[in-house]
């Protein structure tokens, strides 16, 4: 009877545990999203919760999809601070490859990507991924293109949408993302 006691303590504590974590986490990070070209899953909370995000729709097939170069340098400049882009493939635009082993090649072997890519999802309208719908209700700002960005802070308060013609290279842009670490 002791044992079956403790157990039931062990999960209570587990659960309120949990519960209290999951409370703690963005609603907008409150998602397990697959991989790329994987089946493996991150849950978004436990793997980025209290980083300065960017999260970004890409596409494999657009004029912006140059932007990679940018996005992986940013990554790579300020990952030690804990930044991370997010790179979401969508072909709402119609510019993504159907094969996800294409995207992840050209990713990873034309860009050098090395940010997290996760599963194409749909990020307008109707279908959209439920985290893209938090986004927009976050910032009145659907993405109307491929590439569109959105700066979420450590807290996961402040959400700024940028268009897709914003470069992550862009100095005004480069001083948002500095200006977010230096407050956290």
């Known amino acids: 009877m002791k044992a079956k006691g403790y157990l039931t303590a062990v999960l209570a504590l587990s659960f309120f ?4 974590y999951a409370s703690e986490c963005p609603s907008v990070l409150k998602f397990m999203k697959r991989k790329l070209n994987s089946q493996d899953t991150v849950n978004l909370c ?14 494999s097939y657009c004029g912006y ?3 990679f170069e940018g996005l992986e340098a ?5 990952k030690d601070r804990d930044f991370v882009v997010l790179g979401f493939p969508s072909h709402d635009f119609n510019q993504e490859d159907s ?3 294409k995207t992840a090649e050209l990713c990873e072997l034309t860009y050098g990507v090395k940010f997290p890519m996760f599963e194409p999802i749909s990020v307008k309208g109707d279908d959209a991924d439920p985290m893209y719908r938090m986004l927009k209700a976050s910032t ?3 993405p109307s293109w491929n590439f569109n960005k959105y ?8 959400i700024i949408h940028y268009p897709s013609s914003t470069k992550p ?3 005004a842009f480069v001083a948002a993302v500095e200006a977010l670490l230096k407050s956290e």
Not at 46 to 59: C, F, Q, R, S
Not at 74 to 78: E, I
């Open 17 to 20: 545990t949990c519960t209290g």
């Open 46 to 59: 436990t793997e980025y919760g209290g980083k300065t995000l960017l999260i970004v729709n890409t596409a």
């Open 65 to 67: 999809t140059p932007q």
């Open 74 to 78: 940013l990554y790579s400049d300020y």
């Open 99 to 101: 094969d996800e082993g």
């Open 140 to 142: 009145g700002k659907a």
């Open 151 to 158: 700066l979420i802070d450590s807290a996961g308060e402040k």
């Open 169 to 171: 290279t862009d100095p």
